[in-house]
């Protein structure tokens, strides 16, 4: 039997009727949604790009001095893993192996979703003290816009599992949930996508060279 | 295509993970260790990230070209030359002006 495809990413699939036909439209507007955060990231990564270089640093902290690359390969495991437990959500959901299986694996996403913003804030507070903060250089300028950016971004995703984990006792699993969840799941492999160009570009990259 | 079963689902993102730690691994193990030259540690760098992202459109966001509508595909690919044009045509002149400072 063959699949039709309705939209980029994991589709229901037929057999959730009306959640699965409404995807459609919601998954195509929310990959519009998801472009358009792909083109501000990438001028913000542009930007950082032209600033690591001895002029952008104007004599202030630079990578080696401001970079935890131990914190920063754990965080990069941490979110490569929450993908993965994602799309284990995800399936669960495709597949209608119930409401728990669903709720676990979002939790599962949730806290190592936290995890690796306390790590984040963590390595950030460190750059503070010793003095690498926005003002210094146009090199922290341009990484204080992109990285702690990205994070806003988890954050937001981590409140949005909470919402859904709450919808999904409340309301039970009806196709609006269904299509939110579908949504939240492009979300957060994006933000993955991101973290792989912040740790190639903004970290090994800078300190590489 | 035939209707795909959990096991099969699960396999796919399975093997994306693993590919992906790998593709992580060793962009982390070749700065940690040093080595090579910065010019041939970037190519790798880039070459590992690219490859990556390639990994995780394909098994964590299931975008296969041949199965897409076309006003998605369109969208992605319009996105992708739209940033190609403003983030290259950025570094391009920045760094030639920083060049010539």
């Known amino acids: 039997m063959k699949m039709p495809v309705l939209h980029p990413g994991l589709n229901l699939g037929p057999h959730h009727g009306e959640a699965h036909k409404r995807a459609e439209k919601l998954a195509f507007g929310f990959w519009v949604f998801l472009m358009s955060d792909l083109i501000i990231f990438g001028l913000m990564f542009a930007t950082y790009v032209t600033m690591a270089n001895p002029m952008g640093l104007a004599g202030g902290p630079g990578p080696k001095e401001a970079y935890d690359l131990t914190s920063i390969f754990i965080q990069t495991m941490i979110l490569l893993t929450s993908s993965l437990t994602f799309g284990m959500a995800s399936l669960a959901m495709r597949f209608e192996r119930g409401k728990a299986a669903i709720s676990v694996w979002l939790s599962v996403t949730l806290l190592l979703g936290i995890g690796f913003l306390s790590l984040e804030v963590r390595d950030l507070a460190h750059m503070i003290d010793i003095g690498a903060v926005p003002s210094r250089s146009g090199f922290l300028s341009a990484f204080w816009g992109l990285v702690p950016l990205h994070g806003a971004h988890v954050a937001i995703g981590c409140l949005w599992i909470m919402i859904m984990l709450i919808q999904m006792r409340v309301f039970g699993l009806v196709p609006l949930v269904k299509t939110r969840i579908l949504r939240l799941g492009l979300f957060w492999h994006f933000l993955d996508l991101i973290w792989i160009g912040i740790f190639t570009i903004v970290y090994l990259g800078a300190l590489a060279s | ?101």
Not at chain 2, 50 to 78: G, N, S, W, Y
């Open chain 2, 1 to 101: 295509m035939s209707e795909p079963s959990y096991q099969r689902e699960v396999r796919g993102y399975l093997t994306g993970f693993g590919l992906a730690l790998v593709l992580t691994l060793v962009p982390f193990a070749l700065v940690l260790r040093g080595g090579l030259s910065p010019l041939a540690t970037l190519i790798v760098l880039g070459a590992c990230g690219l490859a990556q992202f390639v990994v995780q459109l394909r098994f964590f966001l299931h975008i296969d070209l041949r199965r897409q509508k076309r006003e998605d595909l369109q969208l992605i690919l319009f996105s992708a030359l739209l940033l190609v044009i403003m983030a290259g045509g950025t570094i391009w002149i920045i760094g030639n002006l920083g060049m010539r400072m």
